[in-house]
């Protein structure tokens, strides 16, 4: 981890922090840190700063805390991505937060198969956890808010056009234009949304819904990407010119 996430509950005092956790096991055997040694550290939903070790024993280690840096700024895009397989959900989960999207919607569609809405790494706890190693990997401490849609027309019909609102809204669907054809400039500057399909892209019937809704679809080009190697690649080019 390139940022030790600390937790209101690791608090003892004002400026002071008690760890005993996977955390300290890092801190020991990965940083190889000892009392004396400075470590980056971030408050989860807060302040990022450094920490002092002022204690270390086998069981925990007694931080000192200067929390007074902002969180990096980030990505002005909603994201809107069909359910991936659950192999790559947790992967994608991470790159999710450790490239600064801040607001997620995990949706079905015809090409995602239902038992994907059984996986335990939906569980609150499991995204919970997928989040914040993307987080600490990125040295940022502002959580994604994930939200699941388990019925596509209904989000896209009721929802989908409220969180477009008149902004940019963006498809990307292997059977569309290339994006120069456009006209945009990048990187993109304001609040936008993206939508990703599925592997294979959404069905004919789901894209029309799309793009009635307001979004705009757009190709990378003649290859087609896994889902997992397609969403870096668009925040990427989108967002960071």
């Known amino acids: 981890m390139n940022l030790v ?10 400026g002071r922090a008690v760890l005993s956790d996977r955390r300290l096991t890092h801190i020991r055997e990965i940083h190889r840190a000892g009392e004396g040694d400075r470590l980056r550290v971030g408050l989860l939903q807060g302040g990022i700063g450094s920490a002092l070790i002022e204690r270390m024993t086998e069981r925990e280690v007694t931080l000192a805390l200067t929390l007074q840096e902002a969180p990096p700024a980030p990505l002005p895009v909603t994201l809107i991505l069909a359910l991936p397989r659950p192999k790559m959900l947790k992967r994608c989960l991470g790159m999710v937060a450790e490239m600064g999207v801040k607001r997620l919607y995990l949706i079905n569609s015809v090409r995602v198969e239902k038992s994907y809405w059984q996986s335990p790494w939906l569980h609150p ?14 040295r940022d401490t502002m959580l994604p808010e ?15 056009p409220g969180l477009i609102d008149s902004g940019l809204a963006l498809l990307a669907h292997p059977a569309a234009p290339g994006f120069s054809e456009l006209g945009l400039r990048l990187p993109l ?3 936008s949304l993206l939508c990703i399909g599925p592997e294979g892209g959404f069905i004919p019937y789901e894209v029309g819904k799309l793009i009635s809704a307001g979004c705009r679809p757009f190709s990378l080009g003649a290859r087609i990407y896994r889902v997992e190697t397609a969403l870096p690649l668009l925040l990427g080019k989108l967002f960071s010119g």
């Open 125 to 138: 706890e499991k995204i919970h956890g997928s989040l914040l190693l993307g987080l600490e990997q990125a």
């Open 189 to 191: 500057s304001g609040q």
């Open 5 to 14: 996430m600390l937790f209101e509950d690791d608090f003892v005092a004002p």
């Open 146 to 160: 994930v939200h699941l849609r388990r019925r596509f027309k209904p989000f896209v019909e009721d929802e989908l």
